[in-house]
């Protein structure tokens, strides 16, 4: 089934072997199905080169899908899931991961220019002075840009911090205000009401897009 998404498989029977194959080579989607699908979830993202790496997890027990997603999954569904969806959700990822440009160390989302390795913002040519935290949320926003993030995974990406999302919400909010300021274009990152925030890939927005509704100023 994983070959009718059209992807070249690198199949690990342990998690080493994971870690093994993403130093020798480019990985563009991990797919953790196994029994202890928590721990392998945090032991991926535990990892430099697959940190920002879409996942999917496959998990046995209903109560670990909203775990999973809050361990770094991407996207989780469970072991009974039709072969035939499955294989679009993975197509799906592939997908959002190629819509942003990201080459030699920059992403680059329309004007936007985010520097990985030189730690450097700009945005129509013009260098944005950001904190290093400030620096941190935005490039998370836009390694996953076009995907709602919600507050506690920014605030763990940017600072190493664990908190409940009404806590990160109030940390976050400042933050996000701060690079919107700075970046003087509101037309980039918007707060989803209830969900988190994302970087905004189009100039306009799409026809009768659902998620229009919940967007805040």
């Known amino acids: 089934m994983f070959h009718d998404a059209g992807l070249t498989i690198r199949s690990c029977r342990h998690i080493n072997d994971v870690f093994e194959v993403s130093d020798q080579e480019s990985v563009s989607l991990v797919v953790v ?48 899931t039709d072969h035939d969806l499955l294989a679009a959700r993975l197509r799906a990822l592939l997908r959002r991961e190629a819509r942003t440009d990201r080459r030699n160390g920059v992403i680059s989302v329309r004007d936007l220019r985010i520097d990985l390795d030189k730690y450097k913002v700009t945005i129509d040519g013009q260098v944005v002075n950001l904190t290093a935290t400030e620096f941190r949320l935005l490039a998370c926003l836009a390694l996953r840009a076009g995907r709602v993030v919600d507050s506690s995974t920014l605030l763990r990406k940017a600072t190493g911090y664990y908190s409940d999302e009404r806590d990160a919400q109030n940390v976050i909010k400042v933050h996000i205000a701060n690079i919107r300021r700075k970046l003087g274009d509101e037309s980039y990152i918007f707060s989803v009401r209830g969900f988190g925030y994302v ?19």
């Open 33 to 80: 199905a196994v029994r202890e699908a928590l721990e392998a979830v945090r032991s991926v993202r535990s990892v430099r080169t697959l940190r920002d790496t879409p996942l999917l997890a496959i998990v046995s027990e209903t109560a670990d899908l909203v775990a999973a997603l809050d361990l770094g999954a991407d996207d989780v569904i469970p072991f009974a």
């Open 199 to 217: 970087l905004e890939r189009r100039q306009i927005a799409r026809p009768n897009d659902q998620l229009q509704s919940l967007i805040e100023a």
